[in-house]
């Protein structure tokens, strides 16, 4: 429901967990040009408010609220990044007192509410929060899988918002000052569209009030739009080699899938993903890494906002041909429909048991609940489940073969 002029409310109402949760988005198009201020902005202002200026005033208001926490929040949908907060709390019934209430008035202080000096945040706060945000950047590189990967992406989508990292870039938040980021902050507040997720045991137009009243001093004006652009088949195949002191060479693979979340064609694209590379049962685990012996692992995963699918493996450099060869040999296979019942079934087991158990999971309810708003996609995890229930290994077959390889990348050791 809208609840304010661009602010909406999602809740679900359940009394299965002692605690209830919600988080509070701000929706931005993923844009270099403010992706590591966004990024920034709910770190600044978890430091200090006006009427808590620092991290242990902050604690200890959070301890008198039965333990809640609150923390920052930054996501990667497709091309729209969110930015905002993350709080738990102890159920109202179990603690005797509005616990709910209390704890999203204090969100509400935190958003709307900054500690500031000379009409901007404040510098220490700022450049401390700018020097863990610098850290985490620069730290990626020591994840050679993970960098791998997000080197794939910068080449495959270097044309499109996509291909920004979450976090921005390093030298982008280096840039930014206590100045600059208010003035971004103001226009985040007036500017973008605020999706709010609530799970817990109030009605939801008991949450909705108190939401309501909690912002409603949110400065509005025009909402700047956000979307993705998916393109839905490779041209050309692109390749690009770094090397770096590793022993383990990364070899990464970057598909066009020609479908997203919002396709009616998806449940058979995450059978696809599964059986080829999702889980124990694949045929990349199964057939490359385990009978085989090309990879120390293999592993293929699903940008399902972006129509996107990476393979990702670890090799010894001088299996690089061979190993590329056979993860795209296996592909063909699921092409072709060169599937097993065991193969199919167990992926779809895999599946549905993971859907299951997200509907027990407050956290990840809320990230599944927050992409299918972004993409206007309504299908709940249950519905969801029950459409994969239907898949065919035709249909199977068929999604594989609207995959088409992008681009290559490969990080070999210097000497390779």
């Not at 990667?76 to 179990?94: N, S, Y």
Request: proline fraction near 4%; aromatic fraction near 8%.
């Amino acid at each position: 429901m809208e609840i304010l002029p661009g602010v909406f409310l999602t809740a679900v109402r359940t009394e299965k967990f002692k605690t209830g949760c919600c988080s509070l988005n701000l929706l931005r198009p993923m844009a270099r040009a403010e992706a590591a201020a966004n990024a920034l902005i709910p770190s600044v202002l978890l430091r200090a408010t006006a009427r808590h200026p620092d991290i242990r005033s902050i604690s200890a208001h959070l301890d008198e609220l039965y333990g809640a926490s609150l923390g920052s929040l930054v996501r990667k949908k497709g091309e729209v990044q969110t930015t905002g907060f993350f709080a738990d709390f102890i159920e109202d019934r179990f603690a005797g007192a509005p616990v709910f209430r209390q704890t999203a008035e204090f969100l509400g202080e935190v958003l709307l509410d900054p500690a500031l000096e000379n009409g901007a945040f404040l510098p220490d706060t700022v450049s401390g929060e700018r020097l863990n945000l610098e850290n985490t950047i620069a730290a990626r590189i020591n994840d050679k899988r993970t960098w791998a990967t997000s080197e794939l992406l910068r080449v495959m989508c270097a044309n499109e918002a996509y291909g920004v990292p979450r976090l921005g870039e390093l030298e982008d938040v280096r840039a930014l000052d206590e100045k600059s980021l208010y003035a971004h902050y103001r226009e985040l507040l007036t500017h973008s569209q605020v999706e709010i997720f609530y799970m817990g045991s109030q009605s939801p137009d008991a949450a909705a009030e108190v939401f309501r009243d909690v912002l409603r001093d949110l400065p509005r004006g025009e909402i700047t739009p956000c979307g993705t652009v998916v393109v839905p088949k490779a041209d050309v195949v692109r390749s690009e080699e770094r090397a770096l002191d590793v022993t383990q060479g990364k070899l990464v693979l970057g598909f066009r899938t020609g479908c997203t979340l919002t396709d009616r064609e998806f449940p058979a694209l995450l059978m696809m993903n599964a059986i080829y590379g999702g889980g124990i049962t694949s045929k990349l685990f199964m057939k490359v890494r385990e009978e085989l012996s090309l990879c120390y692992y293999a592993m293929s995963t699903l940008e399902k906002f972006k129509g996107v699918m990476l393979v990702s493996s670890g090799i010894d450099c001088a299996q690089r041909d061979v190993a590329q060869a056979e993860i795209l040999r296996q592909l063909d296979a699921v092409r072709a429909g060169d599937i097993s019942d065991y193969e199919f079934e167990s992926a779809r087991r895999y599946l549905r048991s993971s859907l299951s158990t997200g509907m027990d999971s407050p956290g990840r309810l809320d990230d599944f609940q927050m992409g299918q708003i972004i993409a206007g996609q309504p299908d709940t995890m249950q519905a969801l489940s029950e459409r994969i229930a239907r898949v065919t290994k035709d249909d199977v077959a068929a999604a594989a073969r609207r995959v088409s390889l992008d681009t290559v990348f490969f990080l070999k050791g210097v000497q390779a």
